[in-house]
Nanobody
Framework: QVQLVESGGGLVQAGGSLTLSCVASGPNVRNYPLGWFRQAPGKEREFVAAITQTGLYSHYADSVKGRFILSRDTSRNTVNLQMNSLKLEDTAVYYC???????????????????WGQGTQVTVSS
């Protein structure tokens, strides 16, 4: 059974930084691309960033490109999302997800991801 456990959320002032971590466990999880999504109140879940199995390729939503950095530690099955220059609109619950189907590249639609963590709250204050 694949499990994803997020950590690192919290309250931060606009312009600040925060790093989220996701530890993935379970069979074959090292073969899955991993992604981060977020959902703000009253809004749909949206793609933030995703990274391939090897950690060599990552893709970002335009809204976070240049501010967020996603990395993967393949030996520990962990992904870290470093979030810099945070804005008020980054406030959301952030979810880690695993894609068990995609072999090459990454997907940006939530329904492509079979496994989800419980989420961690990120609140950016003015």
């Amino acid at each position: 059974q694949v499990q994803l456990v997020e950590s690192g959320g919290g309250l931060v002032q606009a312009g600040g930084s925060l790093t989220l971590s996701c530890v993935a466990s379970g069979p074959n999880v090292r073969n899955y691309p991993l992604g981060w999504f977020r959902q703000a109140p009253g809004k749909e879940r949206e793609f933030v960033a995703a990274i391939t199995q090897t950690g060599l390729y990552s893709h970002y939503a335009d809204s976070v490109k240049g501010r967020f950095i996603l990395s993967r530690d393949t030996s520990r099955n962990t992904v870290n999302l470093q979030m810099n220059s945070l804005k008020l609109e980054d406030t959301a619950v952030y979810y880690c997800a695993a894609d068990r189907v995609t072999v090459a590249g990454v997907e940006i639609t939530p329904n492509k991801y079979a496994y989800w963590g419980q989420g961690t709250q990120v609140t950016v204050s003015s």
